[in-house]
């Protein structure tokens, strides 16, 4: 889902305060309830918001979607994160390459540059990747996770801590406002934290939906990474937690955020 900023904005109230009138979010944007109403019916659609009747509040969040609608939500915006991860990573580098939706669009757009290592426990990349003969890609032993593509648990982790990759990408379940980074179970944590631990340079892409999702399995912090690339503007609370931290120790902001 692409989310536009005021949806952001009213995701991130909801967080708040976990329900609200329609009336209330007009006054607090200063919009008619018309518009509010139609935002409102947008996040119900997408199961980030339950209606009820003058208001609406969050959903718990539950299990994860299937890999086939995850891979089509947001298309457009996963091709831009992609091709933009993808300027950040020299020809003959050594990647790692998490599981994901996104991460496959990276993989998309490698596939024509020159001589890659790519480590990676996402099938669909690894296939994409492999159509390439200069590219050398290497796969995880163990138990494929039906039906998503992607081998999750102790020897996916061991293969990635055995490499030092000059760029690590990998995805995330969700981002909460205080820049907690989120996941629907401990092995996809443990793998994404096992991944970047072993690169020198670390892009977290993650479109606008994440900014929504709230999984429940806690893996890291935003500003662990050197790079976050999303689509569409990061939401106020997550953004203000950003440059309070840049404030409280006088260094620059981190990580770098890229719009694509």
Known sequence: MDLSERQTRIVALFRQHGEMSVDALA???GVATQTIRRDVNTLCDANVLRRYHGGARLMTPGPNQPYEVRRVRNLEGKLRIGQAAA????DGATVLLGIGTT??????ALVHRKRLSVITNNL???LV???NPEHRVIV???ELR????????????RLFRAYRADVGVYS????DDDGTLLDYDRYEAASREALRDASRYRILVADSYKFSRKPSVRGGQIDEQDLVVTDGPLPDPLREHLRSRSASSGTPASPEILIA
């Open 27 to 29: 006054d607090h944007f």
């Open 87 to 90: 300027e950040r990573i020299p």
């Open 103 to 108: 991460p496959e669009q990276v993989a998309v």
């Open 124 to 126: 669909r990349a690894a």
């Open 129 to 131: 990747l492999a159509s």
């Open 140 to 142: 995880p032993g163990g």
């Open 146 to 157: 039906s039906p998503n593509p992607e081998i999750l648990g102790d020897e996916a982790d």
């Open 172 to 175: 995330v379940g969700g981002i």
